[in-house]
């Protein structure tokens, strides 16, 4: 199945261990896709919120009411870190507000995973901050019957605890070990304390179970937002926006006095388009009982300063518009890639922070499908038995798709580009031909229907480069290729264009090593990569 995980071969690459790694990355796939429903709306939630606060998590765990393992979306308030701390991984105490039914501790009371104790009311306190969003969203908790529980990841010393170390005269030394606690609001009962490492780890290191994402690293462990860095521009922009619209209004639908005397048939009523009502004056002309109050137009000047703002904005948060149109037509397609590359940089960081996060969250993952999952596949893979899962599991690192160096497809087209200029580069320096061919089977581009470079065709005529199922003639010397076979036609692409000049460049390069003799020996003998 299509997804977002591919699997990595850390050591030796082996037939066996390139198996188990393709069927690790198609279970892996098939989990995230189709047996984890709810994983790609809660990721999504997460990007959602991620720009605007800065700080989002994600908690991976077996959940014994589905029985399986889940991933799920925690915003920043739900998550409480201690003052100072900086990192996850190392900080003592992190505690997760939760939410959940009387009918959901219930479940879990009789799973076990609580303790059988009788549930008070629920408390239905808010928080500032939940408050203020419900008044942004327009929601309101009118029958909220759900419980909170704080589920603390913190490191304690437990007397009666058998893992607990202790001196001579059975004291605890007073080192703390990693427990998860959870405890019910309102009436600060203890739901349950579960050790939070593995059985059989002797130094009983903390097991992970959040990812935090962030947009933009903070002083602490909380990142920075949109909220965060141009919180205050928006705030100004947003108040002459309103003082705008006000002034429009005002001028468009102005208000006044009269005098005490003037009577307007039915002036209760606003006067419509075309219609003409009478009037009653007591003394004087019309203009002379009726005085506008002197609204103005909307400033050119208040105008402009919330331009100004927003674009100072934009430029802070790394969002400036860049408009090619208004750069000159005869500027180099480079040059026009490196200012949109420039103005990419901090999303491009974004991207890789992202990546390496969402690494994190497949790994946990993984760790969880190995260790709580059954030992068999539930299909049959294509060139292993169902029973080795746990055993694929363990020999192949998950990571994801996504390539953190290459955010937009222009870096992509430009990487195709570079193998060529670098390969010809190389040829040049001497001692180094058939490197071309080398960078072009390398060339993610090139790989196709696995066809290799061969230098010798039927009957010991040289042959051209084949690469996925596209064929170039070997040129005549004094002749250039006859390029791109006729089914592209005329108006290629930017694709075929950069295929087209990765063929003229080993073209080149072909027809200098036929004269020239490197440092690894002459013609394509033993010194040439494909000469074996």
């Not at 008070?120 to 306190?125: E, H, I, K």
């Not at 019309?286 to 909307?298: A, F, G, M, T, V």
Request: charged share 25%.
């Amino acid at each position: 199945a299509q997804g977002p995980v591919r699997s990595k071969i850390i050591g030796k690459d082996t037939p066996e261990i390139k198996e188990k790694a393709a069927n690790v990355e198609d279970d892996m796939n098939n989990e995230l896709t189709e047996v984890m429903t709810e994983y790609r709306p809660e990721h999504e939630r997460m990007l959602c919120a991620l720009p605007a606060t800065g700080s989002a998590f994600k908690k991976v765990y077996e959940d014994p009411n589905m029985g399986r393992q889940v991933s799920m979306f925690i915003p920043a308030e739900d998550i409480i870190l201690p003052y100072g701390a900086t990192d996850m991984d190392t900080c003592y105490r992190v505690t997760h507000v939760m939410r959940k039914t009387k009918n959901e501790i219930i479940k879990l009371q009789q799973a076990g995973f609580y303790r059988d104790i009788e549930l008070p009311d629920p408390d239905r306190s808010k928080t500032d901050i939940q408050q203020a969003k419900d008044k942004e969203t327009g929601f309101s908790a009118n029958d909220d019957d759900r419980y909170t529980l704080y589920e603390s990841h913190v490191d304690l010393v437990i007397k009666s605890d058998e893992y607990t170390e202790t001196d001579d005269d059975g004291e605890p030394l007073g080192i703390t070990l990693p427990y998860v606690m959870t405890i019910l609001k309102g009436s600060n009962d203890v739901l349950s304390i579960r050790r939070n490492w593995k059985e059989d780890d002797t130094l009983h290191l903390k097991r992970q179970h959040f990812v935090h994402y962030q947009y933009i690293p903070g002083f602490g462990a909380y990142g920075f937002g949109l909220f965060h860095l141009i919180g205050g521009y928006a705030k100004s922009a947003t108040s002459i926006m309103r003082q705008l619209v006000d002034a429009g209004t005002l001028s468009n639908l102005p208000g006044g006095l009269k005098s005490r005397g003037l009577r307007i048939k039915g002036d209760d009523t606003p006067i419509a388009p075309g219609e003409f009502r009478d009037v009653d004056i007591g003394s004087g002309a019309l203009r002379d009982n009726i005085l506008p109050l002197p609204y103005k137009e909307p400033s050119s000047v208040l105008a402009g300063l919330m331009d100004k703002i927003v674009e100072e904005g934009r430029r802070f948060a790394a969002t400036a518009d860049v408009n090619v149109s208004d750069m000159s037509a005869q500027a180099p397609v480079g040059t026009t890639l490196a200012l949109l590359e420039r103005q990419l940089k901090v999303m491009t960081a974004v991207a890789a922070r992202l990546h390496f996060s969402f690494k994190q969250e497949l790994k946990l993952l993984a760790g969880l499908i190995r260790d709580y999952t059954d030992d068999k596949y539930d299909y049959d893979p294509e060139n292993a038995p169902r029973k080795a899962k746990a055993e694929d599991y363990r020999h192949v690192e998950i990571i994801p798709v996504s390539d953190p160096n290459a955010a937009t497809m222009s870096q992509r087209e430009r990487r195709v580009g570079a193998i060529s200029v670098g390969s010809l580069a190389a040829h040049r320096g001497g001692g180094r031909r058939g490197r071309h061919r080398v960078a072009l089977c390398r060339s993610r581009l090139w790989r196709g229907r696995g066809h290799r470079p061969q230098r010798v065709g039927e009957g010991g005529q040289p042959r051209g480069l084949c690469h996925a199922g596209l064929e170039f003639d070997q040129p005549i010397a004094g002749q250039k290729p006859r390029g791109l076979p006729g089914s592209w036609g005329g108006g290629l692409g930017r694709v075929a264009q950069q295929l087209a000049s990765v063929a003229q460049h080993a073209w080149l390069c072909d027809r200098a090593s036929r004269g020239h003799r490197g440092a690894n020996g002459g013609g394509h003998g033993r010194g040439h990569p494909h000469g074996r």
